[in-house]
C-alpha cells in the first residue's frame, strides 16, 4: 500500500507516532483511574511506587508486600513521591524505554542487517506500534526497560563494544535474573569464526583451536564488565532483605497460583500433597531442560550463525520451560522478532507463519477460559482443564521454538576467509 | 468461689418477690424460664487444678470469648456482641516471653485448632496507647461450632471435687449464648461468664441458684431494664440478694450505670401512616454468587429507613474474623473510587496473616481481624416515606475477600470415619469433587459514638471488655449495636456462618488423570522435539561439503565482510 509504504519510510513519522500514542495512553489512564474503580493502573506499579515512598521515608523496600525487585527501580521511580502528575513518572520511563528499544531496534536492523529504512521501520514497528507493548509500559509494568537494555546489550554486542555490554549485562540480571542467559550466546559470538574459508576452502576450526581460543581478550573484557558491574550493583545494595527478596525468592517460591506454565499443575500437587508427591523433585528437575537449552544448546549451536535471532530462541526456551509463566514474559523474548522475523519462514511461508500466531493465541485463549471459570465462576478446572490447557500451550511453543530453531540453524555460518584474517592492513 | 447470678426479666412481665424464695444456701426464682440469665463465677488460683496454674503463671492477662452461631436477642445490658467462634485475647507476663498457651487451649477446646505456637499462631492486634488496657498483646480466633470439649473438660477436672450438680451447670452450657472466661494476673483469680438467651424451652438449660460448698458467696440479683435517665447510662430495677445472710430477704434496688455496649431503640420512620411499628434495623449477610475466588461478602439492611446514626458522631463500623483461608487485600481498599463502589468508607484496621500469595497449606496463623466502616444509605432514603420494603429498598455494602488455595481435608485428617463434633482442622468438609465448603463467621455490626466526657465505664458491673473491636478504639466510645436478623432467608433460626463453596485441586486428581506421568511426558516431548531440530535434522547446514562452502564464502561475503572488518578494526585498537 503505498500510503503505508510512505508512512514507513519517514521513521520520524513513526517515532511521533509511537511517542504520541504512548502520551495518549498516560492521559487515558490517569483519567481512568481517577474516575473508575476499575483502574488502568498496574497492581505492580503501585507496589513501586509504595516502595519508592517507604525510601523517600527512610522505611526499607521489602516491608512493601510483593515488593521482589531491585532497589534501584524504586530509586528510579522516586519522582513519583512528589505527587499530582509526578505519579506517572514511571509510566513515562517506561514507556520512553521502550521508544529506546525500538530506535535500537532500528539502527541494528539497519547497519547490522543491512536494511533500508522503510524495512527497518516495518519491523521496527512489531515494537513500537504493538499496541499489547504500549499497554504494558503505559500501565506501568517494569519489562520495556529490561527489554531496553537487553537490546542496548545486543547493539553493543554487535558494535563491539564490550565494556559497554558488559555493563549492560550486569545490570540486566541484576534487575531480572533472566538475562544472564545471554551471557551464553554473547560470550560464543565473541569467541570469532565459525568457519574460516582457506582460499577456496571452508575449514571449520579444529577443537584445539576452540580451545585454545576459548580465552580471548573479548571474553575477557566480557566476563569482567559485567561481573564487576554486578557485584557492584549488589554491593552497593547489599542487605539480606534484598537478596532474600530479589534471588532466592525465585528459587522457594511456593506461590503456584495458576499460571501459563506447564508445570503449574504438578508443583501446586506437590506443595499441597507432599505425601503425594512421586519421589522426583519437580522442582530441580525443571531446571535441566531449560537450562540445557537456553544456557548451552542454543547458544552453542545458533549464536555464531545469527546472534539476535539466537537470543531469540534462548529467551523462548527459557519462557516456554520455565515453572512460572505469565503474558509479562512474553515481551522477554518478543523483542527480538524484529531481528528474526526478515529472515524466517514464518513470513516467507505465510501459512506457516498464521498458523503459528493463531495457536499461539489458541493456547492462551483455551487456558484463559479455563482460568474465568475458576476465578470468577468457582468451578474447579485445576485438573483436566487448566493442565491440558497449560500442556496444549506448551507443545504449541515448542512446535514454535523449533521452527525458529530449525530456521537459525538453516542460516549459513558466518564466514571470515583467512586470507582477510591475516592480513592486518584494512580491506 | 463467688458466683453471681442474674435473672433479667424481660419487658413487660412484673417481678412478684413472692416468686422469690430464698433458704440458706439456695435461691428459686418462679419465673426464670422466661428470663434471661448471666451467671458469674470467680474462683481464686488455689481452687483450680495445677495444670492451668502452672501455664496461668507466665500470663498476664488471658480473655476467652466463646459466642454461639445461632443467633440470639441480646437485651440490655447483655448487648455486645461477637462473630461466632472462639476468640481468645492473652498478654505475656513478660513481654516478648515465648508462653505456649497454645496446648492449654487445645485441650480446653478443641484439639483440632490451628495453634502450634503463639508467635507462629496468634496475630498482633494494633494497640492505640500503651496505657489503655482494652487490648491485649496477641489475639486467635477459631471458628468453634459447640463448647463440648470444654464442658468434658469442666466435668472431669472440677466437677470431681463438687460433684452431682456441678456436672449439670457444665451440661447447661449447651444452651449458653456465649461464654467468656478472664484471667489476670492482679487479681489471681479466674472468671467464667455464661449467658444464656430468654425463653430457652430446654429444661436442662436452667439450673438452680446454689452455693456449691460452704465458705461460699453467692449474689443474686433479678433485675429488669427501665428507662435510662441519660442516653449513655443503663437503668436496672429489681431485687437483689445474698444468698445465706441473716437478712436473707431480697431487697428492692434501683441503679444505673453508664454502659460502653447498647442496644438500638426502635426508630419510626418518619412516615405519615401509623402502620409501620418502630423496628430496629438489623442485617443479613451473605457472599454473593458466583464467588469464585474472589467472594464478596455482602451485608445487607432490609430497612435502610432505620438506618439512621443513634447519635452525632458516630460511623458505622462491621468487625470481621475470617480464618486463613480468606484474607482481605489492605492495599486494595486503599482506592476511595472503589471503596465507594462497594459502598464503604474505609478499612480502618487489618492484623493478622495478610500474605496475598500464600496458599492456605503454608499458613500458621490463625487468619486476619479486619475493621472496616460502612457507609450508610443517603439521607433521602432514611426520610423515605414509603412503608414497603421491597428488595429495592434494601441497602447492601460488600466487602471484597480473597481466597487462598485450600487443600481437600481428606489430605491431612489422618483419622475418623465418625464426624467429630468439631470441624477438622482446616474447618472445611468434602461435600462434592474439588471442592471443599468453608464456614465463615459473619461479622459484628455496630454504631461506634463518642461518649461524653467523664464516664465511668468500668462501674458497669455487666461491662465486657476485650472484645477485639474495643481495643481498636478509644477509651470513650460507646457502641450501639445492629442484631442479626432473627430469621434466614428459610425462615429458619438464623445461623451466624456462611458456607463457601471452593474449588480445590484434589489428590486424587493426580493419580486418576495422571498428572506427574504426563507432565513429564509432555516435557519430554517438547523437549526431544527441540532437540531434534537442533542437533539432528535440519541445523547441520554448516557441515555441508566443501563446493557448498565456497558457494557459502562468496555469498556471504558482504556479511562476513562486514564482520571482518570489524575484527579487523579490533585488531588495530589492540585487541
Known amino acids: 500500500m503505498p500510503s503505508l509504504s510512505a508512512f514507513f519510510s519517514r521513521p520520524r513519522l513513526v517515532f511521533a507516532t509511537a511517542i504520541f500514542f504512548r502520551l495518549a495512553l498516560l492521559i487515558y489512564g490517569r483519567w481512568q483511574d481517577a474516575n473508575s474503580a476499575v483502574k488502568y493502573t498496574d497492581v505492580d506499579y503501585l507496589v513501586f511506587t509504595d516502595a519508592a515512598r517507604f525510601l523517600s521515608r527512610g522505611r526499607s523496600l521489602y516491608d512493601r508486600a510483593t515488593y521482589r525487585y531491585t532497589p534501584l527501580l524504586a530509586w528510579l521511580l522516586y519522582p513519583t513521591t512528589w505527587g499530582g502528575w509526578y505519579f506517572e513518572f514511571g509510566k513515562t520511563l517506561f514507556a520512553a524505554g521502550d521508544i529506546v528499544t525500538g530506535w535500537l531496534v532500528y539502527i541494528i536492523l539497519r547497519k547490522h542487517k543491512g536494511m533500508g529504512t522503510e524495512r527497518a521501520m516495518r519491523f521496527a514497528g512489531i515494537w513500537l506500534l504493538n499496541p499489547m507493548v504500549a499497554n504494558i509500559s503505559t500501565r506501568g509494568s517494569s519489562e520495556g526497560l529490561v527489554a531496553a537494555v537487553v537490546v542496548a546489550l545486543l547493539w553493543a554486542v554487535l558494535e563491539r563494544r564490550i565494556e559497554v555490554a558488559g555493563c549492560l549485562l550486569g545490570l540486566g540480571v541484576h534487575f531480572k535474573i533472566y538475562p544472564f542467559i545471554y551471557a551464553a550466546s554473547v560470550f560464543w559470538w565473541l569467541g570469532g569464526n565459525a568457519v574460516r574459508a582457506k582460499g577456496e576452502n571452508v575449514v571449520r576450526p579444529r577443537w584445539y583451536e576452540v580451545v585454545t581460543t576459548f580465552v580471548s581478550p573479548a571474553r575477557v573484557r566480557l566476563v569482567l564488565s559485567s561481573g564487576i558491574t554486578f557485584m557492584l550493583l549488589n554491593g552497593v545494595i547489599y542487605g539480606l532483605p534484598f537478596l532474600e527478596h530479589t534471588y532466592l525468592y525465585h528459587f522457594t517460591r511456593i506461590d503456584h497460583r495458576h499460571n501459563f506454565s506447564v508445570y503449574n499443575t504438578v508443583l501446586h500437587l506437590n506443595s499441597a500433597y507432599y505425601q503425594e508427591a512421586a519421589g522426583l523433585k519437580i522442582e530441580s528437575l525443571a531446571f535441566i531442560p531449560q537450562l540445557f537449552l537456553s544456557l548451552f544448546a542454543i547458544p552453542a549451536l545458533l549464536a555464531k550463525k545469527d546472534l539476535a535471532s539466537a537470543m531469540l530462541a534462548q529467551t523462548f526456551a527459557f519462557v516456554t520451560f520455565n515453572k512460572v509463566c505469565t503474558s509479562q514474559y512474553f515481551l522477554w523474548y518478543m523483542v527480538f522478532l524484529p531481528f528474526y522475523l526478515p529472515d524466517s519462514s514464518l513470513l516467507r511461508r505465510p501459512r506457516l507463519g498464521i498458523t503459528a500466531l493463531v495457536l499461539w493465541v489458541l493456547g492462551q485463549a483455551a487456558w484463559l477460559q479455563q482460568g474465568y471459570q475458576l476465578e470468577f465462576l468457582g468451578m474447579s478446572t485445576f485438573v483436566p482443564g487448566l493442565w491440558i490447557a497449560s500442556i496444549g500451550f506448551f507443545l504449541v511453543n515448542c512446535w514454535i521454538l523449533g521452527v525458529i530453531v530449525a530456521d537459525v540453524g538453516d542460516k549459513e555460518d558466518v564466514v571470515i576467509p583467512v586470507v582477510a584474517l591475516e592480513s592486518k592492513k584494512g580491506r | ?575
Open chain 2, 1 to 575: 468461689m463467688k458466683q453471681r447470678i442474674t435473672y433479667l426479666v424481660p419487658q413487660g412481665h412484673g417481678i412478684d418477690p413472692a416468686s422469690i424464695q430464698t433458704s440458706n444456701d439456695t435461691l428459686t426464682f418462679a419465673d426464670a424460664k422466661d428470663a434471661a440469665v448471666e451467671k458469674r463465677v470467680t474462683a481464686g488460683l488455689s481452687e483450680l487444678p495445677a495444670e492451668l496454674v502452672t501455664v496461668l503463671q507466665d500470663v498476664h492477662e488471658l480473655h476467652i470469648r466463646w459466642s454461639s452461631r445461632l443467633n440470639y436477642a441480646a437485651p440490655s445490658p447483655f448487648t455486645s456482641r461477637l462473630p461466632p467462634g472462639l476468640h481468645v485475647f492473652f498478654t505475656p507476663r513478660k513481654a516478648n516471653a515465648d508462653v505456649n498457651i497454645c496446648p492449654l487451649l487445645k485441650q480446653l477446646f478443641s484439639p483440632d485448632l490451628k495453634c502450634d505456637s503463639v508467635a507462629h499462631s496468634f496475630s498482633s492486634p494494633p494497640i492505640l496507647s500503651e496505657r489503655f488496657s482494652h487490648s491485649s498483646s496477641y489475639q486467635y480466633f477459631h471458628p468453634l461450632a459447640r463448647l463440648l470439649h470444654f464442658q468434658t473438660f469442666l466435668a472431669r477436672t472440677l466437677c470431681g471435687k463438687f460433684k452431682g450438680l456441678c456436672v449439670n451447670e457444665a451440661a447447661a452450657l449447651s444452651y449458653a449464648s456465649y461464654v467468656d472466661i478472664d484471667f489476670d494476673a492482679i487479681s489471681h483469680a479466674v472468671t467464667l461468664t455464661a449467658f444464656w438467651r430468654e425463653g430457652i424451652e430446654a429444661g436442662a438449660a436452667r439450673t438452680v441458684a446454689r452455693k456449691w460448698r460452704g465458705g461460699d458467696s453467692l449474689e443474686v440479683g433479678i433485675l429488669q431494664s427501665e428507662v435510662a435517665d441519660e442516653v449513655e447510662e443503663v437503668k436496672m430495677g429489681g431485687y437483689l440478694t445474698v444468698v445465706g445472710e441473716e437478712d436473707g430477704e431480697p431487697g428492692p434496688t434501683l441503679f444505673s450505670f453508664p454502659s460502653r455496649h447498647h442496644a438500638l431503640s426502635p426508630q419510626n420512620s418518619t412516615s405519615n401512616t401509623n402502620s409501620t411499628p418502630p423496628t430496629s434495623p438489623t442485617f443479613s449477610a451473605h457472599f454473593q454468587h458466583p464467588p469464585g475466588l474472589h467472594p464478596n461478602l455482602a451485608i445487607t439492611f432490609p430497612h435502610p429507613q432505620h438506618l439512621a446514626p443513634p447519635k452525632d458522631s458516630c460511623a458505622l463500623h462491621a468487625y470481621l474474623t475470617l480464618p486463613s483461608a480468606l484474607f482481605i487485600d489492605r492495599y486494595q481498599l486503599a482506592d476511595p473510587l472503589f471503596l465507594a463502589s462497594h459502598n464503604l468508607v474505609a478499612l480502618h484496621s487489618l492484623s493478622g496473616e495478610q500474605d496475598l500469595e500464600a496458599p492456605d497449606w503454608v499458613i500458621k496463623r490463625w487468619g486476619s481481624a479486619a475493621l472496616l466502616e460502612l457507609a450508610t444509605p443517603p439521607p433521602s432514603t432514611i426520610t423515605t416515606t414509603n412503608a414497603s420494603s421491597g428488595p429495592a429498598d434494601e441497602w447492601t455494602v460488600t466487602i471484597p475477600t480473597h481466597l487462598r488455595y485450600l487443600q481437600a481435608p481428606s489430605a491431612n485428617t489422618n483419622t475418623t470415619t465418625t464426624p467429630t463434633p468439631n470441624t477438622p482442622h482446616t474447618n472445611t468438609n468434602t461435600t462434592s469433587a474439588g471442592r471443599v465448603s468453608l464456614e465463615i463467621p459473619h461479622p459484628s455490626l455496630f454504631w461506634a459514638c463518642e461518649a461524653q466526657e467523664g464516664l465511668k465505664m468500668s462501674v458497669n458491673p455487666f461491662d465486657r471488655v476485650n472484645l477485639g473491636y474495643d481495643g481498636l478504639f478509644g477509651p470513650k466510645t460507646m457502641f450501639y449495636h445492629i442484631p442479626p436478623t432473627a430469621l434466614d432467608a428459610d425462615g429458619g433460626r438464623n445461623v451466624l456462618v456462611e458456607r463457601l463453596e471452593v474449588p480445590v485441586l484434589e489428590p486424587g486428581a493426580g493419580a486418576k488423570w495422571g498428572v506427574q506421568v504426563g507432565t513429564l511426558v509432555a516435557v519430554g516431548v517438547g523437549f526431544g522435539w527441540v532437540l531434534w531440530v537442533l542437533f539432528g535434522g535440519k541445523a547441520g547446514a554448516g557441515r555441508r561439503g566443501k563446493g557448498a562452502g565456497v558457494g557459502v564464502a562468496q555469498k556471504t561475503k558482504k556479511e562476513g565482510g562486514e564482520v571482518v572488518q570489524e575484527k579487523k578494526a579490533d585488531r588495530v585498537k589492540g585487541q
